[in-house]
């Protein structure tokens, strides 16, 4: 019998409604190369905690020539995201209707999940969160689904994982998890029922 499911945010959950680098780029008149460069020198440390996002951001934004703060570049990048209001309704269904444990799993840092808690009210539909920086890894490393089965203090075989990256569901069943990949809506809310939970 699953007693906890676990939800991943980017690409299910969460959505840019376009993406910032490119968005920001234009905006800005930043050379992409020169954006990318951030993300491929800095961003997975900042995500798996061993440095914070928003002071390795400080002087990129000097040498992109952008007049803006750090806490200001982060606002206008974490207000791109938008949410699949479908599918959080059926997460706090599932929240709501049956007695389990309600995590979200993701490969992002403290302060764009602090952005969005606050936002999108994740605690009308999680317990609690799991964050790549909490880890010191991503997904689909295993330290993170061992740091989940702690967390969760159940069996593998009593969590549900559902993720839209196949590479990470994967790592779940490895693991002991029943995993699945997310397609959409009437996937997951089929794969839910027959797992025995009321949706």
Known sequence: MVKAVVFDMD???????????????REHRVKPKDVSEFFEKEFD???????DLKSEVEPYLKKWGV???SDELLDYWFSISIIDSDIAD???????KNRLKIVLCTNNEKHRVSYLEK?????????FVLRADHVGAQKPERRVYERLLKEIALPAGE?????????HVKAAKEVGMKAFLFKDKAQLVAELRSLGIDV
């Not at 440390?45 to 440095?51: A, D």
């Not at 969590?159 to 590479?167: E, G, P, R």
């Open 67 to 69: 007049s803006m703060s």
């Open 119 to 127: 936002k999108f009210d994740f605690k009308s539909m999680f317990d």
């Open 11 to 25: 690409g299910m959950l969460i959505f840019e409604d376009e993406r910032f680098s490119k968005k920001f780029s």
């Open 90 to 96: 059926v997460i706090r269904s599932v929240k709501r």
């Open 45 to 51: 440390h900042c995500l798996e905690g061993r440095k």
């Open 159 to 167: 969590i549900a994982f559902f993720d839209d990256s196949k590479d």
